[in-house]
Nanobody
Framework: VQLQASGGGLVQVGESLRLSCTAS????????VRWFRQAPGKEREFVGR????????VYTQSVKGRFTIARDNAKNTVYLEMNSLKPEDTAVYYC??????????WGQGTLVTVSS
């Protein structure tokens, strides 16, 4: 599986952005997908995870109620909808897929900058 993350950009505080993680390869619905982010000078942080079917979704506390993860397996794509963005959401966002609970396949990252 190869992943391509896209949709990053520069937004103002309070605005929204939707990231996409598009996969090549077969049986994408078998893969759970996680979103991570890494802010400048900080360690990579888990953002959320969606199961292969989309029926199980979890988020880190700091984004609950603002971020939504969804997937369209027919399009081999997982989305990260980000609302009410804050400066602290500024980071490079990565998606990663796995079959076994350990992120195995990684996208290249997309930069989100939230300006105040």
């Amino acid at each position: 599986v190869q992943l391509q993350a896209s949709g990053g950009g520069l937004v103002q505080v309070g605005e929204s952005l939707r990231l996409s993680c598009t996969a090549s390869g077969r049986a994408f619905s078998n893969y759970a997908v996680r979103w991570f982010r890494q802010a400048p000078g900080k360690e990579r942080e888990f953002v959320g995870r969606i199961s292969g079917s989309g029926g199980n979704i979890v988020y880190t506390q700091s984004v609950k109620g603002r971020f939504t993860i969804a997937r369209d397996n027919a399009k081999n794509t997982v989305y990260l909808e980000m609302n009410s963005l804050k400066p602290e959401d500024t980071a490079v966002y990565y998606c990663a897929a796995d079959l076994s609970g350990t992120p195995t396949y990684w996208g290249q990252g997309t930069l989100v900058t939230v300006s105040s």
